[in-house]
């Protein structure tokens, strides 16, 4: 009688196929949701980059237009134009330029050339309009109908992956103190 050779510990081939290919589909399962998390992260990397760059731009305007001079206000097709405060007294220009960027121009005090910063870009519309002391809103200024006290300037913006977007700034009625 032969005797029964003894079977030796491990796993037979099929047993070694089946895991592996368990582990093949939890490293691609792993790798997928890795990729997805990391192109989420760059994307909202960059609304938030967008975001900031806007919210610094629009920090420049609101203390550029509390600090200009009262009845240096000027509102029409370019841009707003005004003169701010200090003793270097410059001149400021807001436009959006045909790339969809607020500009910002900056003439006088010491200066010898105009000197045009970018606040922000990805603007798809940028509409001023100036609050009179009679509550009327004006998209030119200062008024046809004659002299008129500015009490606030409101910018709207459209951009492009945002919405719309406003900021009032209330104007001063006296001109700031240095």
Excluded at 21 to 45: E, H, P, W, Y
Excluded at 88 to 111: H, N, V
């Amino acid at each position: 009688m032969t005797q029964p050779v003894p079977r030796s510990a491990g796993f037979s081939l099929i047993e070694m196929l089946v895991a592996l290919a368990i582990f093949a589909l939890v490293g691609v399962a792993g790798l997928t949701l890795l990729d997805t998390v990391l192109r989420s992260n760059r994307v909202t990397d960059g609304r938030l980059d967008a975001i900031s760059a806007l919210d610094r731009g629009l920090m420049v305007v609101t203390r550029d237009l509390t600090t200009s001079v009262p009845g240096t206000l000027v509102l029409d097709a370019s841009g707003l134009s005004f003169e701010r405060a200090g003793e270097d007294r410059l001149s400021l220009t807001l436009i959006r330029d045909k790339t969809g960027a607020m500009l910002r121009q900056i003439t006088g005090g010491d200066l010898p050339d105009m000197v045009e910063q970018t606040l922000f870009g990805g603007i798809e519309a940028a509409d001023w309009q100036i609050l009179d002391a009679q509550k009327q809103w004006h998209n030119t200024w200062p008024p046809a109908s004659g002299p008129a006290r500015a009490l606030a300037a409101e910018l709207t913006l459209t951009v492009e992956a945002s919405g719309i977007l406003r900021r009032l700034v209330e104007l001063p009625l006296l001109a700031p103190t240095q």
